[in-house]
């Protein structure tokens, strides 16, 4: 069952990632690009190597060829004549060997190291996305702020021009004026203002993703409803999460380990052979030995701290389970209620423009004050730049769902 849901999640993610229908993303090749130039994830990628180099040691082990030399010099008193000297040397070819199976665990755990390696990889590419479509949407928020205060006092400059021109016929007091004016003047402020928002968001953008184009959407899309049950969602992102994967990847090699460090309590003995000259030659020994450490209490220490450390990530795993999935539903409950809130909105700032042109019109038949008019222009600026907001909102969360289910730059 979670097998389908899984290809009914990807047809419903792939049919609506077109590029026609995601204006509002830079493209995904320049998106690929200036990922795989993130410093972290090229720090992620050398990590690989780093890993790859430590299961070669594994594999080969640790042990070594050691090479023994000696010389002594034998001095016989005998009961009378004159003392004999001999000079004497030996050798010794030793190497410790690794008792079966230890070396296969070996090079599981290397292999284990290389594979969380890779994994880690992919999870700094996919937060690098994260914090990309996150940079990304606070500029095109701030972009929209400025773009609506930009509107807005466009049309209050229009309007004070017509106030004015009232007041040179006579059909409006100076204070009308006045109030034009100070209205006109607050919107210059808060786009002055949204403007440095705008130009700051934009930097920053620039400098933490050098090589993505900061150039604003001719359109953007409208939100859509979040198809699939929140099951289903949740299982894709579980499947998908770096950070679980990560974590059920420690536990199995910490259980790797810990068996190692059991192996590792029934020590490697040493074998070696060994030749002599004695009494300058008179006697030549080869013989052949081997060396048996004797464990202690270290070594069972070892691995009960082995055993524990396994059992401290399999706790771990069970943890982040937890997290990851509650953090998938939320993320789930958000984007659907995002849509419905931004169609509210868009409702909302429909609703009051048109409140604001019925009372423009009233104004310029004389019908109502100058002040009601900007009291309703204003209220419809701040529904519309809501309505914005919202919209960006959604279209950020559905983006981030379908980033973390890999719906979206899954470039891993």
Request: aromatic content about 6%.
């Amino acid at each position: 069952m979670k097998y389908f849901a899984l290809i009914f999640l990807a047809g419903i993610a792939g049919s609506s990632l077109g590029a026609e229908l995601a204006p509002e993303l830079p493209p995904s090749e320049i998106v690929a690009r200036v990922l795989r130039g993130n410093p972290n994830v090229q720090a992620a990628s050398s990590q690989i190597r780093v890993e790859e180099a430590n299961r070669s040691r594994l594999e080969a082990g640790s042990h070594e060829w050691s090479v023994r030399l000696g010389a002594q010099q034998r001095r016989v008193s005998p009961v009378s004549a004159s003392d004999e000297r001999f000079n004497e040397w030996n050798a010794a070819l030793e190497r410790p060997l690794r008792l079966p199976g230890k070396a296969a665990l070996d090079a599981e755990i290397g292999a284990a190291g290389v594979s969380l390696a890779e994994t880690a990889y992919g999870d700094a590419l996919h937060e690098s996305g994260r914090a990309l479509l996150k940079a990304w949407f606070v500029w095109l928020k701030e972009s929209a702020a400025a773009t609506q205060w930009n509107e807005q006092l466009t049309l209050l400059d229009h309007q004070g021009k017509s106030v004015a021109r009232r007041q040179q016929l006579g059909d409006a007091a100076r204070v009308e004026t006045i109030q034009s004016e100070a209205a006109t003047a607050q919107a210059a402020a808060q786009l002055a203002q949204a403007r440095v928002r705008q130009q700051t968001a934009g930097d920053d953008l620039s400098r933490r993703f050098p090589g993505l184009p900061v150039q604003a959407p001719s359109v953007l899309g409208e939100p859509v409803a979040i198809e699939g049950s929140e099951e289903d969602w949740i299982n894709a992102l579980l499947e998908h999460s770096h950070e679980y994967q990560l974590a059920r990847q420690e536990t199995q090699r910490a259980q790797v380990v810990a068996g190692r460090s059991s192996r590792e309590r029934l020590p490697d003995p040493t074998v070696g052979i060994h030749v002599s000259r004695e009494r300058a030659g008179e006697e030549r020994v080869v013989g052949a030995y081997v060396s048996i450490p004797l464990p202690g209490t270290a070594r069972r220490a070892s691995s009960d701290a082995a055993l524990a450390q396994a059992d401290v990530a399999g706790r771990r795993e069970a943890a982040t389970t937890q997290k990851i999935t509650a953090e998938a539903a939320a993320l789930y409950h958000s984007a659907r209620a995002a849509v419905a809130t931004w169609q509210a909105g868009r409702d909302a700032a429909e609703h009051l423009g048109r409140a604001a042109d019925m009372t423009a019109r009233a104004y310029q038949l004389g019908e109502g004050s100058l002040n009601d008019l900007l009291t309703t222009r204003r209220l419809a600026n701040e529904a519309q730049l809501n309505a914005r907001l919202l919209q960006l909102d959604a279209l950020e969360l559905r983006y981030r769902l379908l980033l973390d289910a890999h719906r979206l730059w899954d470039f891993d």
